[in-house]
């Protein structure tokens, strides 16, 4: 749960040139992956609920646990 509400991103330019550019079927502007990459994150943020919280923690202390 930790990784949707604080990822450490990663720098998608090198990965983007190196393996996205000529592969895909359409041209999409780095730039605009990026744009996609935070509105997704800031969307399971916004979705993410008490509950789900309680859960994310219910299974670290059985991971603990044991």
């Given at each position: ?43 399971l943020g916004q979705l993410t609920t008490d509950e ?15």
């Amino acid at each position: 749960m930790n990784e949707v509400i604080n990822p450490r991103l990663k720098a998608l330019d090198g990965v983007y040139r190196q393996e996205f550019v000529g592969m895909a079927r359409a041209d999409i502007p780095l730039q605009q992956l990026e744009d996609a990459r935070h509105k997704l994150l800031t969307r399971l943020g916004q979705l993410t609920t008490d509950e789900d919280m309680d859960l994310d923690k219910s299974s670290q202390t059985t991971v603990l646990q044991r």
